[in-house]
């Protein structure tokens, strides 16, 4: 009975064991033609993502940002410049960026990204929210290797991965990237399901 028992937990904890959870992050636009790229593939693929994107841009491609929150995707502030965040210039970046986010959509996100991922001078969260960074990094604006981007996000497990939509190579790997996670079972959320928000207890995104 002993070993029928060992056996039916094993096969209860493998089936019971929770399917990895990832969040592609992408940083930097929207940019008017790879965004609207992503967004169409990301809706046929039935895929989640989360878009940190930079306020300037926000500002140019408003309808891009409704897309994006229409969609269902997260959105993410990325700074107003995307210059180093600190003490001095944190509020301006932030805060300027929300206003346009507010012009394009009527609400601001409940999540942050510091340029470069440093909030070296700046902390952890500003105002309620937090600035959240990731655990793969895939580098693709160094290589602009789709071959390579797929690799490192497919064979890198779980979690936050950080992509930039700007990138033509990058969002050529959205496909199978997609395809291979899908078939190691992984389920798709967003940056702030994986987070969660430690600065704060805000039920949604700010008005
Ligand atoms: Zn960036």
């Not at 990832?22 to 992503?38: K, N, W």
């Not at 001095?88 to 986010?101: G, L, M, Q, R, S």
């Not at 798709?188 to 704060?200: E, K």
Request: include cysteine; charged fraction near 20%; charge should be positive.
């Amino acid at each position: 009975m002993r070993i029928y028992a060992i056996a039916l937990t094993a096969l209860f904890v493998s089936t019971a064991a929770p399917a990895q959870e990832v969040a592609l992050s992408f940083d930097d636009g929207p940019h008017p033609v790879y965004t609207r790229t992503l967004l169409t593939m990301a809706r046929v693929a039935g895929v989640k993502i989360t878009l940190c994107m930079v306020g300037q841009n926000v500002e140019k491609y408003p309808d891009i940002v409704r897309q994006a929150l229409a969609d269902g995707h997260e959105l993410c502030n990325h700074s107003w410049s995307h210059k180093k965040l600190r003490p001095a210039n944190v509020a301006w970046e932030i805060e300027k960026t929300d206003e346009a986010f507010r012009r394009a959509v009527g609400t601001v996100p409940g999540i942050l990204r510091a340029p470069g991922g440093n909030t070296h001078y700046v902390g952890k969260c500003y105002k309620g929210r937090p600035f959240i960074n990731w655990q793969v990094d895939t580098k693709d604006w160094l290589h602009r290797n789709t071959a390579r981007i797929v690799k490192i996000v497919t064979s890198n497990g779980a979690g936050i991965i950080l992509m930039h939509d700007i990138r033509l190579t990058t969002v050529m790997a959205f496909p199978a990237i997609v395809l291979a996670l899908k078939a190691q079972g992984v389920s798709f959320v967003t940056v702030s399901q994986i987070a969660g928000n430690s600065c704060g207890t805000l039920a949604q995104a700010p008005k």
